[in-house]
């Protein structure tokens, strides 16, 4: 059964709080150079279903449900066990 990896980010013409925040704390904590930070979720699942159905069915699951279409974009990818978040 394959697993598939899905990361969500607000699209670029929208404002990133999170991001900002993360942004101006790392130079205090002594990481410097870092510049345009955005904060997303990462969601990883098992989705049996026939390869062949896994992109249409992927993609619906993101725009009716995993997903705000008007705020977010997404990308996702088959992982195999050595990606995992848990290995």
Do not use: S
């Not at 990481?31 to 279903?49: I, N, P, S, W």
Request: glycine content about 6%; charged content about 30%; aromatic content about 4%.
């Amino acid at each position: 059964m394959p697993r598939v990896a899905i990361d969500v980010l607000l699209k670029r013409e929208i404002l990133d709080p999170q991001g900002r925040a993360v942004e101006r704390a790392l130079p205090g904590l002594g990481f410097t150079g870092v510049a345009d930070v955005r904060v997303g979720k990462h969601l990883e699942l098992d989705v049996d279903a026939p390869e062949a159905d896994l992109p249409d069915l992927v993609q619906r699951m993101c725009a009716d449900f995993l997903t705000n279409p008007v705020i977010e974009t997404y990308t996702w990818r088959v992982i195999g066990d050595d990606e995992r978040a848990d290995a």
